[in-house]
């Protein structure tokens, strides 16, 4: 069995901050790619960022400068560092991450989300 949990998320003026975390814990052998999406009421889901085991990462457009995404190996545990925070990127967050129990099959795992709301 794996989880992951995302913590971090909240309500924050235009121009702010915030530091989103994904641990994952359970039967975890490796864990390949880890990534962030949000869904924003009445849009479809979408890619925020993703890393690599090896520490590549790749943004959607409208984060880029201003988002960060990395991680922790030895903690299992993934960030997005969100900085200079906007109205439009209010949305429910969850991470993702292609996780290995045996060593073989691979399977992507989904946290429950985290509000971010960015609002005056």
């Known amino acids: 069995q794996v989880q992951l949990v995302e913590s971090g998320g909240g309500l924050v003026q235009p121009g702010g901050s915030l530091r989103l975390s994904c641990a994952a814990s359970?039967?975890?052998?490796?864990?390949?790619?880890m990534g962030w999406y949000r869904q924003a009421p009445g849009k479809e889901r979408e890619r925020v960022a993703v890393?690599?085991?090896?520490?590549?990462?790749n943004y959607l457009d409208s984060v880029k400068g201003r988002f960060t995404i990395s991680r922790d190996n030895a903690k299992n545990t993934a960030y997005l560092q969100m900085n200079s925070l906007k109205p439009e990127d209010t949305a429910v967050y969850y991470c993702n991450a292609d996780i290995s129990s045996t060593g073989w099959t691979i399977y992507r795992y989904w946290g429950q989300g985290t509000q971010v709301t960015v609002s005056s």
């Open positions: 890393i690599s085991s090896g520490g590549n990462t």
């Open positions: 359970g039967s975890i052998t490796s864990i390949n790619a």
